[in-house]
């Protein structure tokens, strides 16, 4: 059963901006975590950012900092990430995560690992060229 759904990825030129979208199904929207992930060819899958959705508490990997942001829209059970200033770095497969358990209290939430999610959707790839 489809849980999660990506889409909005593509080729885009550096310093260039895209907008992934994850659907999240209804029933396990509430009270999640929602990661995305990427991996580039030959390299180990990166957590790029997250986001509680019970509060709306964002964090971000050091490398996409001041530009990419995860905002969501909880009407729709979409989470999305908002790409800006890409750069050839950042060409990789993006995958959208839940985790339904997540640490309910801020002091308890430590950087989640791939491991705390257990829905994943099917990835959707971005491809930035110069």
């Known amino acids: 059963e489809v849980r999660l759904l990506e889409s909005g990825g593509g080729s885009v030129q550096a310093g260039g901006s895209l907008r992934l979208s994850c659907v999240v199904s209804?029933?396990?929207?509430?009270?999640?975590?929602v990661g995305w992930f990427r991996r580039a060819p030959g390299q180990e899958r990166e957590l790029v950012a997250h986001?509680?959705?019970?509060?709306?508490?964002?964090e971000y990997g050091d490398s996409v900092k001041g530009r990419f942001t995860i905002p969501q829209d909880s009407n729709n059970n979409t989470v999305y990430l908002q790409m800006n200033d890409l750069t050839l770095e950042d060409t990789a497969m993006y995958y959208c995560?839940?985790?339904?358990?997540?640490?309910?209290?801020?002091?308890?939430?430590?950087?989640?690992?791939?491991?705390?999610?257990?829905?994943w959707g099917q990835g959707t790839q971005v491809t930035v060229s110069s």
């Open positions: 995560a839940a985790d339904l358990n997540p640490p309910v209290a801020a002091p308890f939430r430590i950087r989640p690992s791939a491991d705390d999610f257990q829905y």
């Open positions: 986001i509680y959705t019970s509060d709306g508490m964002t």
């Open positions: 209804g029933d396990i929207y509430v009270s999640n975590c």
